[in-house]
C-alpha cells in the first residue's frame, strides 16, 4: 500500500550506490492537431552518490536521434539539492517540482529561456497510486517475477493516471495543456545495465476511464517484426474506481524496435476484457539512464469505438540491443 510519505525520498535497503529514486511526468499536448507534442520530465535522484540525472523532452516527429526532437535536454551529474526533499526541490538544469499535497497534486515548470522553451503544469491524481507489488491491489503481485518488471530497480513502485493542465511554449509557439495520462514514481536498486525488459504503456479516453499496463517482451524477432507481450501488471480505471488486470497479452508490430502498432486484450478483477489498439504518432529514442533505450512511441488509441491518447515505451538494455542488432547486420552480410 502506497502512503503520503511515500512521495518522499526512502531510506535505502540497501549499501549498494545506485539506489535510485524516480520521478516520471509523461504528458502531451495538442493531441487534437497534426502536430501532437509528447511530453516527458524525468528525475533519477541516487541520494547515495549525491547526484540525479534529469531529462526533459518535446517531441511531435518520427525521429531516432534525440536530437532530432522538438527538444531534448539531458543531464547526469546534477547535484542532489541539501537538505534533499522530494516534494520541493529546484535543479541546476531549470527543473521545479513541487508536490503541495503527497501523492495527489505536484506543479512542475521547466525553463530554458535560451532554447526557447517555457514548460509549466499542473499533475491532479485521478485516482490512488497503484502499487504493483501489493495483492491488495494487484492480482499480480503475488507471483512476484520482479525480472520481469526491472527487478530490484522497482523494489518500490507506483503508477498513477491524472489530469495535466498547463502550457508549454517553445521557440515562439505556445501550445496549451490539458490531456489525462499516467506519472510513475520508483525506488529501489537500479542497475546502470539493464538486464530485462519492459513495455510500459498506458491509453486514455477521458477522466473516466483508462488503461494501464506493463509487459515483457522478447527482442529475438529483431527490430521489424512483431513480436507477443506478456502482461505483469497493470489495471484500468473506470469511473473513479480501480480495477487491477489479472491477465493480459498482446502484440506489438515495431519499426527499428518502435512500436508502430500495438494491440491488446487485458482481463480486470471484474472479469471484464478489454481490447486496445493503438498506432503511431511519433517515435523518440528516450534514455533514463545511459545504459537503456526506451523506445518511445505516442499513440492514438482506439477502444470500442473511442479515441485516446498515451505512451508505449519499449525498454531495452544496451548489451541486448547491440546483440539484435549485430543478429540483423550479420545475417545481412553472411557473416
Known amino acids: 500500500m502506497i502512503r503520503p510519505e511515500d512521495a518522499q525520498f526512502h531510506p535505502p535497503t540497501s549499501d549498494d550506490p545506485l539506489w535510485a529514486e524516480t520521478n516520471y511526468f509523461g504528458l502531451y499536448a495538442g493531441q487534437h492537431t497534426d502536430r501532437p507534442l509528447n511530453i516527458g520530465v524525468y528525475g533519477l535522484f541516487r541520494e547515495p552518490l549525491g547526484v540525479v540525472g534529469s531529462t526533459?523532452?518535446?517531441?511531435?516527429?518520427?525521429?531516432?536521434?534525440?536530437?532530432?526532437?522538438?527538444?531534448?535536454?539531458?543531464?547526469?551529474?546534477?547535484?542532489?539539492?541539501?537538505?534533499?526533499?522530494?516534494?520541493?526541490?529546484?535543479?541546476?538544469?531549470?527543473?521545479?517540482?513541487?508536490?503541495?499535497?503527497?501523492?495527489?497534486?505536484?506543479?512542475?515548470?521547466?525553463?530554458?529561456?535560451?532554447?526557447?522553451?517555457?514548460?509549466?503544469?499542473r499533475y491532479t491524481a485521478l485516482m490512488e497510486p497503484y502499487d504493483i507489488n501489493d495483492p491488495a491491489q494487484d492480482p499480480m503481485a503475488a507471483d512476484k517475477d520482479m525480472s520481469k518488471t526491472w527487478g530490484h530497480a522497482y523494489a518500490g513502485h507506483f503508477d498513477q493516471t491524472g489530469r495535466f493542465e498547463g502550457e508549454i511554449a517553445l521557440r515562439g509557439r505556445t501550445t496549451p495543456i490539458d490531456c489525462v495520462s499516467t506519472m510513475d514514481h520508483s525506488w529501489g536498486v537500479r542497475a546502470e545495465r539493464q538486464t530485462s525488459r519492459l513495455s510500459w504503456m498506458h491509453a486514455h479516453f477521458s477522466p473516466d476511464l483508462a488503461v494501464h499496463a506493463l509487459f515483457d517482451f522478447s527482442t529475438e524477432n529483431g527490430p521489424e517484426a512483431p513480436g507477443p507481450l506478456t502482461m505483469t501488471h497493470g489495471y484500468v480505471l473506470d469511473h473513479g474506481k480501480v480495477h487491477g488486470l489479472k491477465a493480459g497479452s498482446g502484440t506489438t508490430w515495431r519499426s527499428g524496435f518502435y512500436p508502430e502498432t500495438v494491440r491488446i486484450a487485458v482481463t480486470d478483477s471484474a472479469d471484464r476484457t478489454w481490447e486496445l489498439e493503438g498506432s503511431a504518432l511519433t517515435t523518440f529514442p528516450w534514455q533514463s539512464q545511459p545504459g537503456v533505450v526506451g523506445h518511445n512511441s505516442l499513440l492514438r488509441w482506439v477502444l470500442d469505438g473511442e479515441t485516446g491518447y498515451g505512451e508505449c515505451m519499449d525498454f531495452v538494455g544496451m548489451g541486448e540491443l547491440g546483440a539484435a542488432w549485430d543478429r540483423v547486420h550479420s545475417a545481412g552480410t553472411g557473416t
Open 56 to 121: 526533459v523532452s518535446v517531441n511531435s516527429r518520427r525521429v531516432t536521434m534525440p536530437w532530432a526532437a522538438d527538444y531534448w535536454d539531458a543531464w547526469e551529474h546534477l547535484v542532489v539539492p541539501q537538505p534533499s526533499n522530494l516534494l520541493d526541490y529546484e535543479l541546476a538544469n531549470g527543473l521545479k517540482v513541487v508536490c503541495s499535497d503527497p501523492n495527489k497534486v505536484w506543479d512542475v515548470d521547466f525553463s530554458d529561456p535560451a532554447a526557447g522553451l517555457e514548460l509549466h503544469f
